[in-house]
């Protein structure tokens, strides 16, 4: 299956949240990444048929998503940013309701909430009502109900937002697991969950697509940009005025040693310090 994006493009008034992206999505993991305002939920909401492209189209396996909707919804599994809940129900009572839209049978519909609620570490709690929730519980409910119907395009909008180390952890195995022969799409402010389970990063910055490759790929394009040099604590303030700092680690013998990003060595004697990820970001959007 691919997912083709031609020419698309959503425009509010005078603000083009999306524009004239072209990019095809073959089954794998793509993290997508950008400061807030970069258009990535107005991209995720287009895909999931939530909100109409200004401009362009949406192809499944060469074919507009509008003209095959029905068929296209029941291949989608979604995780919206601010997803809603019905505090009233029971976590198993939900999942049901959702497997009712989703169009599962029964039989389906039970086996697959039993097998997930497990999934997520919900099962003890699978007669409480949501409103008892925590936020993080509550987003263990949301990935739950997304991957219910075993969709093959999965759109998840901040999923680890509320969850704990431990919590991340699993639902990283989770997908990891759930993104055989299927195309996931995963946008998180937490660089590292991207960095553990992405294949493809893909960097949206004023609507348009900035970078595209793997991990590896795209963090080699910082591989002169990203260096460490050790100062005295004294000089912090002054480092962090001049220079893009990503990270200070305050040494035994009182120094800290900083990593600073910039285009040029900054100091003489600074070294080169390998890339990672956030790196890239923080190049990015520093300013942001």
């Known amino acids: 299956m691919n997912l083709t994006l031609e020419q698309l493009t959503k425009q509010f008034g005078r603000k083009r949240a999306v524009d004239n992206m072209d990019v095809t999505l073959s089954p794998g993991v793509y993290g997508l990444l950008g400061a807030n305002g970069a258009g990535k939920t107005t991209l995720m909401r287009m895909i999931c048929g939530v909100l109409n492209p200004t401009e362009g189209k949406i192809l499944m396996d060469g074919q507009d998503i509008c003209e095959c909707r029905n068929n296209y919804y029941r291949l989608l599994g979604y995780l919206p940013q601010d997803?809603?809940?019905?505090?009233?129900?029971?976590?198993?009572?939900?999942?049901?309701?959702?497997?009712?839209?989703?169009?599962?049978?029964?039989?389906?519909?039970?086996?697959?909430?039993?097998?997930?609620?497990?999934?997520?570490?919900?099962?003890?709690?699978?007669?409480?009502?949501?409103?008892?929730?925590?936020?993080?519980?509550?987003?263990?409910?949301?990935?739950?109900?997304?991957?219910?119907?075993?969709?093959?395009?999965?759109?998840?909008?901040?999923?680890?937002?509320?969850?704990?180390?431990?919590?991340?952890?699993?639902?990283?195995?989770?997908?990891?697991?759930?993104?055989?022969?299927?195309?996931?799409?995963?946008?998180?402010?937490?660089?590292?969950?991207?960095?553990?389970?992405?294949?493809?990063?893909?960097?949206?910055?004023?609507?348009?697509l900035l970078l595209r490759g793997s991990v590896e790929e795209v963090t080699d394009s910082m591989r002169d940009k990203v260096w460490k040099y050790v100062v005295g604590r004294e000089d912090i303030d002054r480092i962090n005025e001049r220079f893009c700092v990503a990270n200070l680690h305050h040494l035994d013998d009182g120094n800290v040693e900083v990593r600073i990003i910039s285009d040029r060595q900054p100091f003489a004697d600074a070294a080169f310090a390998e890339p990672t990820l956030e790196d890239l970001y923080l190049y990015h959007f520093q300013n942001q």
């Open 83 to 208: 997803f809603g809940y019905y505090p009233d129900f029971t976590a198993g009572e939900f999942m049901y309701y959702i497997a009712a839209l989703k169009g599962l049978n029964d039989k389906m519909a039970k086996n697959m909430t039993e097998e997930l609620l497990d999934v997520v570490s919900l099962s003890d709690v699978a007669d409480k009502k949501i409103r008892t929730f925590s936020g993080g519980m509550k987003q263990r409910l949301g990935i739950a109900q997304a991957v219910l119907n075993n969709p093959e395009i999965l759109v998840l909008d901040e999923p680890t937002a509320g969850l704990d180390p431990k919590e991340r952890v699993r639902f990283r195995n989770l997908i990891a697991d759930f993104s055989k022969d299927k195309i996931v799409i995963l946008s998180t402010h937490i660089v590292s969950d991207v960095e553990y389970i992405a294949d493809t990063i893909l960097m949206m910055k004023g609507g348009r």
